[in-house]
């Protein structure tokens, strides 16, 4: 699972991370717009509320399932293939939409890593970032939720991703974590999942 927030974010993962449970059996990757030294205390914040391990992504850790990855402030996160493993990869190249990190570039690497085995979520913000990364997972066979206007503290992000990606599901924030686990579930059932 992939999540895209920028303006009114922190306050939206604190209500999504939480509600997600083990049951999901996959991993969660987050580009919160945010800048260096801001995002470690995030991920200690939503850890000291989640059941799931909740962690400031690291260069080169190994991708696991229930675990979160809080992409670092001031450093873009992708995924990559270490042998037969998914692995996190930072890099500090050119801002993308203005922002470091940008969830286009993990969103794309997730399409390319997962295909049809992966979820896009793209939750309240400015600007039009994860719009093309939300379309290529949905091209890869994965499944999109956004959330609703009603709930975004700012649709920019939101609506963009509808208007350029389209969605599964159309969220209210209290119901995003629930619809990310059910599109999550309804992949394995189909095969996507492994």
Do not use: K
Request: glycine share 12%; aromatic share 4%.
């Amino acid at each position: 699972v992939a999540i895209a927030s920028s303006t009114g974010g922190p306050r939206a993962l604190l209500e999504v991370v939480p509600a997600l449970t083990r049951e999901l059996d996959a991993a969660v990757l987050i580009a919160q717009h945010m800048p260096r030294g801001f995002t470690a205390g995030l991920a200690r914040r939503l850890d000291a509320m989640s059941s799931l391990e909740v962690s400031e992504a690291s260069h080169g850790e190994v991708v696991l399932a229930n675990h979160v990855y809080v992409a670092p402030g001031g450093q873009h996160m992708t995924v990559t293939s270490g042998g037969a493993l998914a692995r996190v990869a930072l890099d500090s190249s050119a801002a993308v939409w203005g922002v470091r990190p940008a969830a286009d570039p993990l969103f794309l690497s997730v399409a390319r890593h997962f295909g049809a085995a992966c979820v896009g979520v793209v939750l309240t913000g400015m600007g039009r970032d994860g719009s093309a990364g939300l379309a290529a997972i949905r091209r890869a066979g994965g499944g999109a939720v956004v959330q609703d206007r009603a709930t975004a503290t700012v649709y920019g992000m939101p609506h963009s991703a509808l208007e350029h990606a389209g969605a599964d599901v159309v969220a209210p924030l209290a119901s995003v974590a629930a619809s990310a686990s059910q599109l999550i579930g309804a992949l394995r059932a189909s095969g996507g999942i492994r």
